[in-house]
């Protein structure tokens, strides 16, 4: 309903969308639909919404949404601390105040993170104590505490297993951590229930522009084979790794996770000389994980081939083993990479510039290149600006993605089903933590999610992950089981792949 912004439960399927990208002219074409792709089409749908304007917008993703690089990082929302030894000040200041955004409108995905930076010797402890106050300064009025100096002693009360070489203090700072899959969808299903279609698993092969100054793209729809065109008045590419002319420099940056290492709730942020830093965050559902990454490594190859090399490998395991000595006993249980679409440049990948470019490229196609996930609803807004003021000025000054709670997810919303996790626990004959979890994933969605929670748990699942699949399934568009692993929920990549039951809606493989 036009002026009134919907939520994101919605019965539209995926076989919809496809009608519609077959059928309609569109304003706009995204295409991609990973986090900046997907924030586009939130942002322009909700400005419609509010203005009353009509504005077709449709987006396709050749895989499943966020299922490159937007949901294989450190899932953190982050300043970004190793821009201040880089001097990137507005880098660093935009990132913090995108953190205090995102924490505000989505405080069910992002919640602030505790850090622990081991320091060794006092010049470090005062270089790094100082860099610290510096970034306390540019979050501004922020509502997360400031870092604070901590003794060895309280070091050792935190992390008793600790061992990193020379060890005389820390530093303890927040920054935040987010559910980056979840992020994605949130941000796809709200622009959805809010007039877009949006469909994956479709491919553009070709696009060229008519004598009338319409742009007709040809799309392939891979789960089908069927092929056809549609066609927009704009285009943005959204593509990130897959962009080209020009082609981004592809980063790619690499994670193990292992057993729990971390004794407190903490994360280590650790910096190597060379001014890398390196993160071990409690990771999981459960939170019985450490993530352990990331790193920053040029690669070469192809875009659709990202896997973590053994170099890579040995490189995180012996941080590890040198911050987390029993960290040596542990095989990784999982391990996962993605590529960072970054600013052409030459010199370190560690160095590479953060900062992101948007403009119309030499033949009217709106280009997003680099940048970062913590900034993601910044560069979706300045793109949905361009766009507006190509395809509909009077949209160009409506702002609404920085005020408006992601899917209706206010703080009060959110806190009031955590507070009744324990009576919606025993409606359905879950754990309290149980449903804490789900609430901390799905947020207002949580109690449709328990809706398909069944009598008895199938064979490899829980009743809740059961639940979480059938949704996955009927309302996010799951087409294989790693887009349930993977992207709803973050089970493959905490070394838990279960093995999905017959009929339960997904293909395990391309090849079925």
């Not at 880098?91 to 953190?99: D, I, N, Q």
């Amino acid at each position: 309903m036009r002026g009134n912004v919907q939520p994101a439960v919605t019965s539209i399927t995926r076989q919809q969308a496809l009608e519609r990208l077959r059928s309609e002219t569109f304003d706009v074409l995204i295409l991609g639909g990973g986090i900046n792709g997907a924030g586009t089409a939130r942002d322009l749908a909700l400005r419609a919404c509010v203005a009353q304007v009509p504005l077709r917008i449709g987006l396709i993703e050749q895989n499943h949404f966020g299922s490159g690089t937007s949901s294989k990082n450190s899932h953190l929302i982050h300043g970004g601390l190793r821009y201040l030894r880089q001097l990137a000040f507005g880098l660093v200041r935009e990132s913090l105040h995108e953190r205090a955004v995102l924490l505000r409108i989505a405080p069910h995905l992002v919640e602030p993170q505790l850090f622990l930076m081991p320091l060794a010797g006092l010049a470090r402890e005062i270089y790094y104590n100082l860099g610290l106050t510096l970034y306390d300064r540019l979050s501004g009025n922020e509502t997360l505490p400031h870092h604070r100096r901590l003794s060895l002693v309280e070091v050792r009360r935190l992390e008793p297993a600790l061992a990193a070489p020379g060890l005389t203090g820390a530093a303890e700072f927040h920054d935040a951590q987010v559910r980056s899959g979840r992020m994605v969808l949130e941000n796809v299903f709200e622009a959805i229930a809010n007039g877009a279609a949006c469909a994956n698993y479709v491919r553009a092969e070709a696009r060229e522009r008519d004598r009338g100054g319409l742009w007709r793209t040809r799309l392939h729809d891979t789960i089908s084979g069927q092929i056809f065109e549609t066609v927009a008045r704009a285009l943005i590419d959204a593509t990130g790794p897959w962009a080209h002319d020009p082609a981004p420099r592809l980063v790619r940056g690499s994670h193990i996770v292992l057993p729990r290492l971390n004794a407190s709730d903490h994360a280590i942020a650790y910096f190597e000389d060379a001014g890398r830093i390196i993160f071990l965050i409690p990771w999981g559902e459960r939170r019985d994980r450490t993530l352990v990454g990331t790193t920053d490594v040029d690669h070469t190859g192809s875009p659709d081939e990202v896997h973590i090399s053994e170099e890579e490998t040995r490189y995180l395991r012996s941080i590890a083993e040198r911050l987390f000595p029993q960290s040596a006993q542990y095989e990784p249980v999982a391990t996962f990479s993605s590529l960072r679409p970054l600013l052409a440049s030459t010199g370190s990948p560690t160095r590479a510039s953060r900062e992101y470019h948007i403009f119309f490229d030499a033949h009217g196609v709106l280009r997003i290149t680099g940048g970062k996930f913590t900034t993601y609803r910044l560069m979706s807004e300045e793109a949905a600006n361009m766009i507006a003021a190509e395809i509909a000025p009077v949209l160009r000054d409506v702002h609404v993605s920085a005020d408006r709670a992601l899917n209706g997810n206010t703080r009060e919303a959110v806190d009031e089903l955590l507070a009744g996790a324990g009576q919606l626990a025993a409606s359905y004959g879950i754990e309290t933590s149980e449903v804490t979890m789900l609430v901390r994933q799905y947020g207002v969605l949580a109690p449709a999610v328990l809706e398909y929670i069944p009598a008895e748990a199938p064979a490899n699942l829980s009743r809740l992950d059961a639940a979480r699949l059938k949704y996955a399934v009927q309302h996010e568009m799951a087409q294989y089981a790693r887009d349930f692993l993977e992207v709803s929920t973050t089970l493959a990549h905490e070394g838990r792949p279960a093995l999905l039951p017959p009929g339960c809606g997904v293909r395990a493989s391309r090849s079925e």
